[in-house]
């Protein structure tokens, strides 16, 4: 067992769990944030992507392949970081418009993606929307609701 | 019928898409209940042979687990799908890799790894039978000898099929003898004969979340009597698991309560498969005396869970010189798997689309499900119409380049139109127009200006682009009597302030129920969209609605809310002198006013059909479907001859799906179908070896991500239909049957070369592009001169 501080979410937090648990289940178990969701447990889905902070700033991550001991004053923002009062973040406010969530389990890792694709390209291309999704799977839309959430999520955020 | 603004046609935000964006949806793994113990499956390792032995090794507290075996299911070992074939729990007989046949539970999920290691199973194999070819091969061999059973896995007793043989259908354009002396004639005298052989390979449903369920048992304490069982999970279909735990509990149905979850996709993965997680976990709850939750890791269920049937379809056709379908034959083989499970259903939706939009003045489809050992196939969005519709729509692109006609030109020779009857002779009253589909589509995509300038560029390019069309329909609803014999009810409750509530067992799992039906429930009752509720399925509270499968919960369930909705406005018009029209403040207060005298008004509608449908199950003859949807869709491809990598760079399809009821949401269902028809035709392909799923692993079971799919143009015709409300027919399998084709039409147009198996992956066309100097036709068919009159015409034109 190691104990690790983290923030979530603006939250600080002090765990004591095995240093190789995944970060993914300290999120889910250890503070109830089922937000975050496995799919395939091995990187490829990006169910359980979050962004993760070591000091260089938020990456987009697989929870599922990150130990706890990494996240060792590290600052992670999940899906339920995104809207902490009742309103929701434009982001999520263009994918629930514009269709970008069908059966929703692909769409917190989606959400976060999205909002890692903006901070990085504010206006982004195709080419850009694409790239930045690539690690993210949907069987539901066929990505094109997804697309359009996010061209909508970029107009509104640069107004 | 709406007296405010219309809500039909328009497209209201997804009722419960707020929960879903914030994160806050609970899913199944997101549930626990007090007390909670985890379970897991332990499972064969080989695919044909009987149990030896099984023996626990010590070193493990066993006593610490519950433990169950086939001998512990208080009822029938059976998982009731169509037949009592499957058993629930393998007792000593395997016939697939993965076969369940020990359950284990724990309080710890962590000590269930350590514990599933512990267990060895010693086996006495048996060769296994992996594929239709192998599986005909020994009914071939017991023809020849009666005594040549070592090959026969499944007997066919008491299930209605034959030795290794699920089901069989036999469809003729008429009377069957007097089709079959048609059918001899007109391939006496035909122009042209071109037969095909087409094969497509399985596919997994590959929802992004895996099966999970919560089950839980109670026993009487005193006489330890089960008293019923509670499955809550991830599903498509609450009362076909409350059928199966009827089996295998023994137990009265209103025993068996299920509870449907908010469900992670599902795909027709979850139509069978819940019946097999629900009764296993609520097994493992009965022994332990706790709720048990099992949630299946990605490998575990892509290696153990339904997959689309593979299969092989052959077809020969004699055809006029000027391009005229004059007969028919269709064989039709799917791998159904090694229990029946839902095999003879989705052979019967195969036989069904076999003939496509086409008049066949003579046609005969047979069709039939085989045994393999190889996990139960099941069901899968297009549910057996994939397949048939892949091979149909190649070949009708052979039948055009073997007469020289265009893929255009040979379809608008042959559609089915407004008054022509099917083949089952089904005539269609409602209009029917594939002419102006085609001429759409066309015109929409660029077809002939693409098609010009790819002919014109590929000569001189290493990347050759192509592009291909396919001509389809499908059938929404259940087929022939099916509907009336579901017999479907739906409630809509008016609750205590005033505002209807909808109870149905027809589940949300990401297409759109909850939303189209309380639009539906809007406009009929002329309330705002937000002021209409519909439950969670809740089999203790919801009517048996139907399953939520074969693209009938629009059109069918919509249009039993429909009557209801108008039902409710007839009563609150006689009983509560509810104006017409009405405001919302009117409604609430009749309404209200209703309730107080009355205590409860509740409106109840059950299936009616539309129009009058005569389907005969013995001949196959008859209405198939209560409506139809047809569309036409566009692929562009290029293929890349120094990666030997097909792409799919642009796609178009047009629909007519009567009206469209919640537009942003139709077109996530077409271009959703459309991503899983494009993987289904260059990516997705299930490598089996022995009978055991070797790529179960999202890493190496490709499916389509954002960086492989093409801009997807989505168009409707909207031709409204009476069967379903404000004139919708189903919309969900369709766009799933056309992509395969339009890409395989597409890529022989890029390259010359006539592919017909998917999945169509590099290797393949790598080996068929270098093999080509020796293979003198170019397809991947030998074909036979004596009666494919093509060999001459076909000219390839790659150049490589």
């Not at chain 2, 997994?204 to 005193?222: H, M, R, S, T």
């Not at chain 2, 195969?350 to 499900?369: E, N, Q, S």
């Not at chain 2, 002419?435 to 929409?444: E, K, N, P, W």
Request: negative net charge; charged residues 20%; proline residues 6%.
């Amino acid at each position: 067992m190691t104990t690790i501080h983290l923030t979530v979410n603006n939250q600080p937090h002090t765990l004591t769990v095995p240093p190789m648990k995944r970060l993914l289940d300290l999120l889910r178990e250890d503070l109830s944030l089922t937000g975050t969701k496995e799919a395939c447990g091995e990187g490829e889905c990006g169910a359980c992507a979050i962004l993760l902070d070591t000091g260089s700033g938020p990456e987009l991550v697989n929870s599922c392949l990150i130990p706890a001991l990494q996240a060792d004053n590290a600052t992670l923002t999940t899906i339920e970081g995104l809207a902490p009062d009742a309103a929701l973040h434009p982001i999520q406010q263009s994918f629930l418009q514009a269709g970008g969530a069908q059966c929703g389990i692909c769409t917190p890792g989606m959400i976060l993606a999205t909002h890692h694709l903006l901070t990085q390209h504010p206006n982004p291309t195709e080419a850009q929307i694409r790239e930045g999704l690539s690690g993210n799977l949907c069987r539901c839309t066929g990505y094109m609701r997804i697309f359009e959430s996010i061209r909508q999520a970029a107009t509104e955020t640069a107004r | 019928m709406s007296q405010g603004n219309p809500i039909l046609g328009t497209s209201p935000l997804r009722k419960e898409g707020r929960a879903k964006v914030l994160g806050a949806t609970q899913y199944i793994d997101d549930l626990t209940l007090p007390g909670l113990w985890h379970g897991t499956t332990i499972r064969s390792t080989i695919a044909r042979g009987r149990i030896k032995s099984i023996t626990f090794d010590p070193q493990i507290n066993w006593s610490e687990y519950a433990i169950v075996r086939a001998a512990d299911i208080p009822g029938e070992n059976s998982i009731v799908h169509l037949t009592r074939d499957h058993p629930c729990l393998a007792a000593t007989e395997i016939n697939h890799v993965a076969e369940p046949i020990l359950l284990l539970a724990h309080p710890e999920k962590s000590a269930l790894l350590a514990a599933r290691s512990a267990i060895h199973i010693d086996y006495d194999e048996l060769p296994g039978v992996f594929t239709i070819e192998a599986s005909e091969a020994a009914v071939e061999a017991l023809h020849h000898d009666p005594n040549a059973t070592s090959n026969i896995i499944w007997s066919g007793s008491n299930s209605g099929g034959t030795p290794n043989c699920f089901k069989q259908y036999q469809m003729h354009t008429g009377e069957a003898d007097e089709t079959e002396d048609a059918l001899a004639a007109a391939f006496e005298s035909a122009d042209f004969i071109i037969t095909g052989e087409y094969t497509t390979g399985a596919q997994e449903q590959l929802y992004i979340e895996p099966n999970g369920v919560i089950a839980e048992c109670d026993i009487d304490p005193a006489t330890g009597h089960i008293r019923g069982v509670t499955v809550r999970g991830s599903m498509q279909c609450p009362y076909y698991l409350v059928h199966a735990l009827a089996l295998v509990f023994n137990l009265p149905e209103e025993n068996c309560r299920v509870l449907q979850v908010e469900t992670g996709g599902a795909f027709g993965g979850k139509e069978d498969f819940p019946s097999v997680i629900g009764s296993h976990a609520a097994l493992l709850a009965m022994k332990c005396g706790h709720p048990v939750k099992i949630i299946y890791d990605r490998s575990e269920d892509m290696a153990a869970t339904t997959k689309r049937h593979p299969s092989r379809t052959r077809i020969r056709t004699a055809v006029s010189r000027d391009g005229k379908l004059l007969a028919g034959t269709i064989d039709i083989a799917l791998d159904g798997g090694a229990y029946a499970t839902l095999s003879p259903v989705v052979l019967s939706r195969a036989t069904l689309h076999a003939p496509g939009p086409y008049k066949w003045p003579h046609l005969r489809v047979r069709a039939k499900a085989m045994a393999t050992n190889i996990p139960p196939h099941g069901a899968f969005r297009g549910f057996g119409a994939p397949q048939s519709l892949f091979a149909l729509e190649r070949h009708i692109d052979k039948i055009a380049h073997t007469l020289g006609l265009t893929p255009e030109e040979i379809r608008r020779r042959n559609f089915l139109s407004t008054g022509d009857r099917t083949a089952t002779g089904q005539l269609l009253t409602e209009p029917v127009d594939m002419q102006h589909l085609l001429t759409r589509a066309l015109a929409d995509s660029g077809y002939h200006a693409r098609r010009d300038r790819f002919a014109a560029e590929n000569p001189t390019s290493r990347i050759k682009r192509g592009i291909g069309i396919a001509a389809f329909m499908h059938g929404a609803g259940f087929t022939g009597s099916g509907e009336r014999r579901l017999n479907s009810l739906v409630h809509l409750d008016i609750l205590p302030n005033g505002l209807p509530q909808i109870l149905v067992s027809s589940t949300e799992f990401g297409q759109g129920t909850n939303t189209i039906l309380c639009q539906v429930a809007a406009e009929a009752l002329a309330l705002p969209y937000d002021d209409i509720l519909i439950h969670q399925p809740d089999t203790t509270l919801v009517p048996d609605s139907g399953p939520t499968v074969a693209s009938r919960t629009a059109m069918i369930v919509g249009k039993l809310v429909e009557r209801a909705a108008h039902q409710i406005l007839t009563t609150l018009r006689t009983h509560a002198s509810l104006p017409t029209p009405h405001t919302r403040a009117q409604f609430i207060a009749a309404a209200q006013s209703y309730l107080t005298r009355h205590n409860h008004l509740r409106a109840s509608t059950r299936y009616q059909p539309a129009t009058k449908i005569h389907w005969d199950d013995d001949l196959y003859r008859g209405d198939a479907y209560p409506a139809y949807a047809w569309a036409v869709y566009v692929a562009e491809v290029a293929v890349d001859l120094s990666t030997y990598t097909a792409t799919v760079t642009r796609f178009d399809a047009l629909q007519e799906v009567g009206r469209v009821l919640h537009p942003i949401l139709a077109r996530g269902q077409i271009e959703g179908g459309i991503a899983q028809g494009i993987g289904y035709a260059l990516y997705e392909k299930c490598v089996y070896q022995n009978g055991h799923l070797m790529n179960n692993q999202m890493t190496n079971y490709i499916m389509p991500t954002s960086a492989d799919l093409p801009t997807i143009h989505v168009y409707f015709e909207e031709t409204p239909s009476p069967h379903g409300p404000g004139g919708a027919k189903g919309i969900g399998e369709l766009p799933m049957d056309g992509p395969a084709p339009a890409i395989l039409n597409a890529i022989e147009d890029a390259t010359g070369i006539a592919f017909t198996a998917i999945p169509l992956l590099p290797e393949d066309i790598f080996e068929r592009l270098t093999a080509y100097t020796t293979h003198p036709h170019g397809g991947t068919e030998d074909l036979n001169p004596a009666t494919d009159l093509d060999t001459e015409t076909e000219s390839p034109r790659v150049s490589a």
